[in-house]
Nanobody, 126 residues
């Protein structure tokens, strides 16, 4: 069974940076696209970024484009999200997710993802 564990969240001031990490276990994730989503209090879960299985293709929500970078290290079975120039509206629980479609492309819709981590809290203070 695939397990995803996020880490790296925390409290940061406006304009600061954080790097989230998602460690996968249970299978080699190198053949599967992965993504990051977030959910703020009282709001629905939303797409943040996604990356293809090889890392050659990425996609970002408009709200984070130019500030966040998604990457992966398939040798380590790990996904990353580098977040720079953080804003208060970035405050949310961040989740990593993995598709179950072998060699499938990155996707923005949460229903395309079969496996989810437990989430890590990111709080940006002003």
């Amino acid at each position: 069974q695939v397990q995803l564990v996020e880490s790296g969240g925390g409290l940061v001031q406006v304009g600061g940076s954080l790097r989230l990490t998602c460690a996968a276990s249970g299978r080699t994730n190198s053949g599967y696209a992965m993504g990051w989503f977030r959910q703020a209090p009282g709001k629905e879960r939303e797409f943040v970024a996604a990356i293809s299985w090889r890392g050659s293709s990425t996609d970002y929500a408009d709200s984070v484009k130019g500030r966040f970078t998604i990457s992966r290290d398939n040798a380590k079975n790990t996904l990353y999200l580098q977040m720079n120039t953080l804003k208060p509206e970035d405050t949310a629980v961040y989740y990593c997710a993995s598709r179950d479609s072998f060699l499938g492309g990155p996707a923005r819709t949460s229903s395309n993802y079969a496996y989810w981590g437990q989430g890590t809290q990111v709080t940006v203070s002003s």
